[in-house]
Every structure is written in C-alpha cells, then in structure tokens.
T-cell receptor, first 115, second 114 residues
Framework: AQSVTQLGSHVSVSEGALVLLRCNYSSSVPPYLFWYVQYPNQGLQLLLKYTTGATLVKGINGFEAEFKKSETSFHLTKPSAHMSDAAEYFCAVRIMDTGRRALTFGSGTRLQVQP | GAVVSQHPSRVICKSGTSVKIECRSLDFQATTMFWYRQFPKQSLMLMATSNEGSKATYEQGVEKDKFLINHASLTLSTLTVTSAHPEDSSFYIC??????????FGNGTRLTVT
C-alpha cells in the first residue's frame, strides 16, 4: 500500500529564511509525487510534480523539490520565505501501475512565516 | 485560470435536508473525477471516484447511500449529501484531470449542517 508521511505538522520560519518541508513516501514502485498548497477555505493549487526524468523539480513561486529514491523522500524547499507563503502544504503520491488515478495525501504541514 | 469549478463555495443547511454540490471541468472532458473530504486541520481523504456513465467507486467506510454521486456528462459530476446531519459538516473538494496531467482541484465547498 502506498502512504505519504509529512514530518512536522507545523513549521515556522522567518521571512527570508530557508523553507524545508519534509515528505517521505512508501511504495514498491516509483511513484508520481506532487506538492500542493492550500490557502484557507480554498482548494489545492499544484506547486510542482515529479513523474520521470530529472529528479530536481522546479515549481511555481520559487519552490523546488528533489526526488531521492534511496531515501524515499520528496522534500519541498524554497531559498527565501515570503509572507505570502504562509499556507498549508500537502505532499501527495500516485502509484502508476495500479491504474488508480486518485492521489493519496500526506497529513499536511502548516507553514508560518514570521516577519 | 481555474480549470475545475465547484459550486457552491459555502452552504448551510438544516439537519435532515439534502445538499447538492457540483463539480465542472471547464475546458476539458473528464471521464473521471474524484471527491475528497477534509476535516478541519486535517488532510484530504478520498471519498469516491466518479466515473462518467457508470457507478461511482466508493472508498471503504463511505456510505454510498449517504453520498450520492452522479457523473452524467464528461464535464459535470455532482455529490449529493442526503439527509444531512451535523457530523457531515466538512469541506468537500472535487478534482479532475486531463489525460496524463496532474489533478486539478476545485475551490471546495464548505458544508455546515445545523
């Protein structure tokens, strides 16, 4: 069974500091991996995705993530946090050989950005 | 712009009544749409997979008679919460995708049952 673990339900950083949100997955086959951001009372917006190819993926708003198969990780980073980055972030996985297109989400990480 | 539209964004209903939520793919045909439920400060839990022209596939523990899903066209899926109770109050989110593309999500519906 596939699962996604996000370490840290809350992360607080200062404006301008590095953002690191952790995501680990468990899967017997290489999955597709996603990061979504959710602002209050809104749906989810795709930040970036990894399918195949280059393991370092760049997304919107300056975010990037690196797929590390050996560590089964897909951590999200941003060099310099902005106040507008404060939101809930979800890591998600899709296992491609099951025919199942739905995503399985991690528990989410709330990012706070302090001025 | 948005590729998946969800309506209404907020709804308040009385206990015992039914509520219908619509999910539309705006510029593509979606043979499959997904309905998720999100409790406060929690993650999204898949409720069901909506298949155009056939019955929805429900996840374990989701009452199919409680949460009726209809996917009558390639651009519209509806979720009806029947005989709503306060414990059904939640944030419901639909998603859809073009083939070989990531899922796009609607903006969600905040359901409050009084």
């Amino acid at each position: 069974a596939q699962s996604v673990t996000q370490l840290g339900s809350h992360v607080s950083v200062s404006e301008g500091a590095l953002v690191l949100l952790r995501c680990n997955y468990s899967s017997s086959v290489p999955p597709y991996l996603f990061w979504y951001v959710q602002y209050p009372n809104q749906g989810l917006q795709l930040l970036l995705k990894y399918t195949t190819g280059a393991t370092l993926v760049k997304g919107i708003n300056g975010f990037e993530a690196e797929f590390k198969k050996s560590e089964t990780s897909f951590h999200l980073t941003k060099p310099s946090a902005h106040m507008s980055d404060a939101a809930e972030y979800f890591c998600a996985v899709r296992i491609m050989d099951t025919g199942r297109r739905a995503l399985t989400f991690g528990s989410g990480t709330r990012l706070q950005v302090q001025p | 712009g948005a590729v998946v539209s969800q309506h209404p964004s907020r709804v308040i209903c009385k206990s015992g009544t039914s509520v219908k939520i619509e999910c539309r793919s705006l510029d593509f045909q979606a043979t499959t749409m997904f309905w998720y439920r999100q409790f406060p400060k929690q993650s999204l839990m898949l409720m069901a997979t909506s298949n155009e022209g056939s019955k929805a596939t429900y996840e374990q523990g989701v009452e199919k008679d409680k949460f009726l899903i209809n996917h009558a066209s390639l651009t519209l899926s509806t979720l009806t919460v029947t005989s709503a109770h306060p414990e059904d109050s939640s944030f419901y989110i639909c998603s859809a995708s073009k083939i070989n593309s990531p899922l796009h999500f609607g903006n969600g519906t905040r359901l409050t049952v009084t």
